[in-house]
């Protein structure tokens, strides 16, 4: 017994990557889950790995850039699962380069993406959080937000502003018995890094050099992760920001020049 069994998660992002290992694991959990990402078709091969788990998925496909779409997505959750006990903002644009490269349509679609739709979500979703047994959120920032990288202002600035939004909404949703966590990932293989890299495999061999633990996740790592930050018997923490990044934050390792 995990103690969610017949929980809702609404995870989104949730077509690919950590997004889709969370998916699968809280299904595995006994969690009932709603699916949200731009593209239908990822997005219902994670439905039917939830489903084969013998619980219900939900795909909303939905463009996160719309700051309409976050109330329609609780109000749609809650109306076809009944309730909602934890929410997991997930999904994130980036765009890698230097700073006055940026154009202002970039800087205006990763604030709405990584920063204001998990604004938005948490709002509407500490109603029906707040009426849970145990509502939870789980933002997925970055080990970006609190390491300068190179390339990495815009996106680094929107998951620095999603940790602050971590601490702030645990502080003011503890009365409500609703705990805020977030985890930091390192890099993990997952589509993402598709945007920025032209050759995947020495991309990958490049960052496991720069990795103490030396090399990249899997996105099953990560989903772990969620998990522990919304398991019950985890329940008396909130405001935290779990780096899981095989060391990145702490610096190169000595073999990479330290
Ligand atoms: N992989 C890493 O190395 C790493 C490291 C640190 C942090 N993270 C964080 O981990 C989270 C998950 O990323 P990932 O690595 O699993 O990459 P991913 O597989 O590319 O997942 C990102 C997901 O977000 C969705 N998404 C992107 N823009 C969206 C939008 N406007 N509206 C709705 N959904 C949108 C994408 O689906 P659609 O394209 O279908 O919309 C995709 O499924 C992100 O917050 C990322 O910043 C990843």
Redesign the pocket.
Known sequence: MSGREGHVALV??????????TARLLAGRGMHVAL????RA??EETARAVESAGVTALVL??????AT?PRRLVDETTEALGRLDVLV??????AVGPLDDYTLEQVD?HL???TR?PFLLTQAATPALAASPDGAIVN?????GSIVKPGNAL?GMT?AALEYLTRASAYELAERGIRVNAI????????????WADDLLAAYAD?SRRIPLGR??Q?EE?ATWVWMLIDPTTAWTTGNVVHV?GGQVLGLPPSAGG
Do not use: C, F, Q, W
């Open positions: 989104t992002g949730a077509g690919t990557g950590i997004g889709a290992a949200v990402g731009r593209r990822p997005l496909p939905g463009d996160l850039g719309d779409l903002n997930n999904a994130a644009t980036i679609r709405a993406v990584n739709a997925v920032s970055s080990s970006v996106y998951k930091a990932p390192g890099p993990v293989e997952t589509p993402i890094h598709e945007v960052l990249m996740a996105p990560l990044d």
